[in-house]
């Protein structure tokens, strides 16, 4: 109720729905914020929902999307095949797919493909930080910012290796035990590196789904890479507090700033 008196107030314009990448007969749908006064070269964000691999859908950030569309920003809100339908890479080839369409539409809807962002939760906030660690060339993003995000797939692993039934495990189709390399391959805790684009972190300390410390280890790692990281604590908070109160409001407003600090400058390489 919250969210949706949130997207009404701020966003009078409905999104349009988009195909962003086909699969023989399986088209891949997003929701397409554009901004209400038109015009070009405008930074854009995709975002990635959350619902451990297995659930959720694309609405998830409809109010933040929405509202950064009405301050200068194009917003792409995307579905990706979800852990009942493909396997890993699947989701991941899909993130990238929407970066790469959004880069090639860019001048039709008013984006400058130079500048694109990633926001994801949960499971969402594992794929763009993965996206946003190994894109090159047209996968390639200049900001990422991840709320409560799985970044550390071994150490889930490792808490039971012969489990098969857990959301891990169901999304990379093996157990720890049968492929250890398989879970440090899409950690983006272990894919660390110096020229990493810059990252935004927020996290509740109080979350029993993903613990808090893997979002202090990544910005540890971050770091340690000299790759420019923030993390936002939200004290007291569980899993999921980005889209409720009090903490929907000051981490829009974080997010916002953080994609205006990091992509709000025009980039001529």
Not at 42 to 50: D, S, T
Not at 105 to 113: M, S, T
Not at 220 to 242: D, M
Request: charged residues 20%; aromatic residues 10%.
């Amino acid at each position: 109720m919250f969210c949706a008196l949130l997207v009404s107030a701020v966003f009078a314009q409905s999104p349009v729905p988009v195909v962003y990448a086909t699969y023989g007969t399986r088209q891949m749908q997003a929701d397409l914020f554009l901004l209400p006064s038109g015009g070009s070269a405008h930074p854009a964000v995709v975002y990635v929902h959350g619902g451990g691999w297995s659930g959720g859908n694309r609405k998830q950030f409809h109010p933040q999307a929405a509202d950064m569309a009405a301050k200068g920003f194009v917003g792409l809100a995307i579905e990706y095949r979800l852990s009942g339908e493909a396997k890993y890479p699947a989701a991941l080839e899909d993130v990238r797919a929407a970066i790469r369409w959004l880069r090639a539409n860019a001048k039709r809807y008013g984006a400058d493909p130079r500048r694109i962002g990633l926001a994801g939760g949960s499971a969402g906030g594992h794929l763009v930080a993965l996206a946003g660690l190994t894109g090159k060339g047209p996968d390639a993003v200049q900001a990422v910012a991840a709320f409560n995000p799985v970044l550390d797939l071994v150490g889930f692993g490792r808490r039971d290796p012969a489990n098969l039934t857990g959301p891990v495990a169901k999304f990379l189709g093996k157990t720890y035990a049968e492929d250890p390399a398989l879970y440090e391959s899409a950690s983006p805790l272990s894919l660390v590196h110096a020229g990493a684009p810059p990252f935004l972190l927020l996290h509740g300390d109080a979350d029993t789904t993903v613990p808090y410390r893997q979002s202090a280890e990544m910005k540890a790692a971050l770091e340690k890479a000299q790759v420019r990281v923030e993390l936002l604590t939200a004290e007291g908070a569980a899993h999921g507090f980005f889209n409720r109160p009090p903490w929907f409001e000051p981490t829009r407003k974080r997010m916002e700033e953080f994609f205006v600090s990091t992509l709000n400058k025009e980039k001529h390489e």
